[in-house]
């Protein structure tokens, strides 16, 4: 069975630039995270969706970042313009079931320069 | 809301030895405490979790602890080996939803 799959796993962009991440959860998982993970510190929930709703975005800068998941499978994480601050690891995890276990991609690492 | 606090925040053992990290937690209302190991390039594995009912889970060389009273949990390695050198965070959230991570503790395992 083939794991959360995020692209690219590395972009460098000037600031001010958009850029967007993409991630296909494991197939059946209808529960789908983006987290960010500065240097040296755990992950942080940016944003997280029940099938196609987003559930919770509290964290979610909205003035620059947006998120879609159409159709409740892959999703979408963009950022527009990027900052220097927003140099990160974006993850993106998925769940399913009862036990809820969420299930991590390896990451986007992104550099705004 | 939630916060985690972790330490240490890095830890050097030889191999063979006990490594212990310990965790702990503000929100009462949380429930789940997962920990998970992330290796250098990867996303964050889940190695064990343990729910508020239960006070303590083996699994092989891995164990951790809950103490609610004290809202505080650890995980303990034994016959630590190379292979187990990674980052390791703890968490806490409440029905798995809005977890909280901790800051990381970086586990050098000396052969």
């Known amino acids: 069975e083939a794991g959360v799959v995020q692209s690219p796993r590395y972009k460098i962009i000037e600031k001010k630039q958009p850029v967007a991440f993409w991630c296909n959860p494991i197939s059946g998982h209808n529960t789908l995270y983006w987290y960010r993970q500065n240097l040296g510190q755990g992950p942080e929930l940016l944003i997280r969706y029940e099938n196609e709703e987003a559930v919770d975005d509290s964290q979610l800068p909205k003035d620059r970042f947006s998120a879609e998941r159409l159709k409740g499978v892959d999703s979408t994480l963009k950022i527009q313009p990027a900052e220097l601050g927003d140099s990160a690891v974006y993850l993106c995890a998925s769940s399913s079931g009862a036990r809820n276990i969420q299930y991590f991609g390896a990451g986007t690492r992104l550099s705004v320069l | 809301g939630e916060n985690v606090e972790q330490h240490p925040s890095t830890l050097s053992v030889q191999e063979g030895d006990s490594a212990v990290i310990k965790c702990t937690y503000s929100?009462?209302?949380?429930?789940?405490f997962p920990w998970y190991k992330q290796e250098l390039g990867k996303g964050p594995q889940l190695i064990i979790d343990i729910r508020s009912n239960v006070g303590e889970k083996k699994d092989q060389r891995i164990a951790v602890t809950l103490n609610k009273t004290a809202k505080h949990f650890s995980l303990h390695i034994t016959e630590t080996q190379p292979e187990d050198s990674a980052v390791y965070f703890c968490?806490?959230?409440?029905?798995?939803?809005?977890?909280?991570f901790g800051a990381g503790t970086r586990l050098t395992v000396k052969p």
């Open positions: 968490a806490a959230s409440i029905r798995n939803n809005d977890m909280r």
């Open positions: 929100d009462s209302a949380s429930n789940y």
